[in-house]
């Protein structure tokens, strides 16, 4: 959709529609948390009533973002989530464009008949379901797109607590202005924000230098027992079933950012991280160069995402996911090692 399309509707939802819920994807990131809570900021300087909800609890190092405490969580407080979709003008979902990423917000917020906004930057939006939607996967983040949204209203409307919340999401989603920069704009709103928001190298380690004695040790453990690497493929799998998580004391979270960790080798293109929980297996997946890990996931694992970075399920044994997943590489064996 047009930008000025999006802003035509966009203005007559924040106008006309005085409660909006704000969703994000399940197992939220610093992107989905930092996008929800600049926007609902924004929308209640509008003067509209906002509530954020969210499928399952974020991570204790995102607990700080200046509005987290007025997140409801649908895991402890089902009523109140179910409550404020029932009685939504608009449902806003940012950060993920099919309703089957929002987790048990899925069938909530299917049973609503208001106008959805989407704000995100993931391939492939199912499109039908939105009213208005900004939907961009040449930006480094949804927080990216919020800031411009924020901004063809006015700078005004930047506040310290709006833009520290954004930069978390812009940090975080390019893993500290590493990865996913396609433009020079993303440095220009950057800027913005950091004339605005609490200092940066505050926010770096508020986010990245408070690990648990645990966290740092099962991430240890990660890289030195249970990473695999496959060099006929150029790839690497670091698998950790339940029994690894408990031993470690596994809070959600505590796996952020160990897919990146071999990817720090030359002569591996893709990474995956294979965890099991309690009712499946989770799949990350990281790639360099051209290498289409969206493709793969997509095609095989129910999931999906951007180019480089992206995310899937199985619902059977560890073993059987682990076996699955190396199943499928020789199909891509050429493309890895040639990924550029």
Known sequence: MQTDIFFERFDAVIQSNRHIVLACHVNPDGDAIGSVLAMSEFLRARGNEVKMVVANDFPEFLHWMPGSDDI???????ELC???ITEAECIMMLDFNNLSRGGILHNEIGKTRCPRVLIDHHRDPEESQFYCMY???????TSEIVTEIILHYGKEYLTESICTNL?????TDTGSFA???YHPRTFDLVGYLVEKSQPYSMIHELVYDTMSEDRLRLLGFAINNRMEVLDDYSTAIIALNKSDLDRFNYQVGDTEGVVNFPLSMKKINMAVLVTERQDQIRLSFRSKGSFSVHELANKYFKG????????????CSFEEAVAQLKAVLPEYQERLNQAQ
């Open 304 to 315: 999906g995402g951007h180019t480089n970075a992206a995310g899937g399920t199985l619902t």
């Open 82 to 84: 179910k409550e404020a």
């Open 179 to 181: 990865h996913s920069i």
């Open 72 to 78: 409801l969580v649908f895991e402890k407080d089902a």
């Open 135 to 141: 939907s961009s996967t040449g930006v480094s983040s």
């Open 167 to 171: 930069m978390v999401g812009i940090m």
